[in-house]
T-cell receptor, first 113, second 114 residues
Framework: DAGVIQSPRHEVTEMGQEVTLRCKPISGHNSLFWYRQTMMRGLELLIYFNNNVPIDDSGMPEDRFSAKMPNASFSTLKIQPSEPRDSAVYFC???????????FGPGTRLLVL | GENVEQHPSTLSVQEGDSAVIKCTYSDSASNYFPWYKQELGKGPQLIIDIRSNVGEKKDQRIAVTLNKTAKHFSLHITETQPEDSAVYFCAASWFTGTASKLTFGTGTRLQVTL
């Protein structure tokens, strides 16, 4: 299996621009998680989906952030408009909903200038 | 919500020595405790986990212990090697009914020196 796939791996954008991060979970996994990692706050759960339905978005920092999962093999995390404080590494993870182990992707390193 | 504290934040050991990282959690409902290793530029990778009905688990040079009463768990790495150098995260989790929601510790940067 290819594991969790994320794209792009690196993104540099200017403040105010829209940013879209993409994730393909491991085939057969029905739970998907978006995390943000910063030096100050560590690894934070932003939102997670089960069977393509958002279950808990309490970690989404503000309305500028939105996430979708239109099908079992694709999810997006969008930031509009982006701000410098959004600079971080964003990880996607997936798991079989009946299991506990989460498998992480390689992350997207976002820099907002 | 769950709160996980992890110590130390940095740890330097000589090759061949042991390393111990400790975590405490706050929510007695947590029942799953994974440990992840993150190498530079990569995502966290699971290295070992333990469930609340087990007190200790070992996998070659890596072991994890859990004290439910005290709400703390520890990672032990023996005979450390340079390739063990990485950031290690503990986490606590409880099953929500649809998925396990992980709360991570702040990480320990382990440096194994020659």
């Amino acid at each position: 299996d290819a594991g969790v796939i994320q794209s792009p791996r690196h993104e540099v954008t200017e403040m105010g621009q829209e940013v879209t991060l993409r994730c393909k979970p491991i085939s057969g996994h029905n739970s998907l998680f978006w995390y943000r990692q910063t030096m100050m706050r560590g690894l934070e759960l932003l939102i997670y989906f089960n069977n393509n339905v958002p279950i808990d978005d309490s970690g989404m920092p503000e309305d500028r952030f939105s996430a979708k999962m239109p099908n079992a093999s694709f999810s997006t995390l969008k930031i509009q408009p982006s701000e410098p404080r959004d600079s971080a590494v964003y990880f996607c993870a997936s798991t079989d909903g009946g299991a506990e182990t989460q498998y992480f992707g390689p992350g997207t390193r976002l820099l907002v200038l | 919500g769950e709160n996980v504290e992890q110590h130390p934040s940095t740890l330097s050991v000589q090759e061949g020595d042991s390393a111990v990282i400790k975590c405490t959690y706050s929510d007695s409902a947590s029942n799953y405790f994974p440990w992840y290793k993150q190498e530079l530029g990569k995502g966290p990778q699971l290295i070992i986990d333990i469930r609340s009905n087990v007190g200790e688990k070992k996998d070659q040079r890596i072991a994890v212990t859990l004290n439910k009463t005290a709400k703390h768990f520890s990672l032990h790495i023996t005979e450390t090697q340079p390739e063990d150098s990485a950031v290690y995260f503990c986490a606590a989790s409880w099953f929500t009914g649809t998925a396990s929601k992980l709360t991570f510790g702040t990480g320990t940067r382990l440096q194994v020196t020659l």
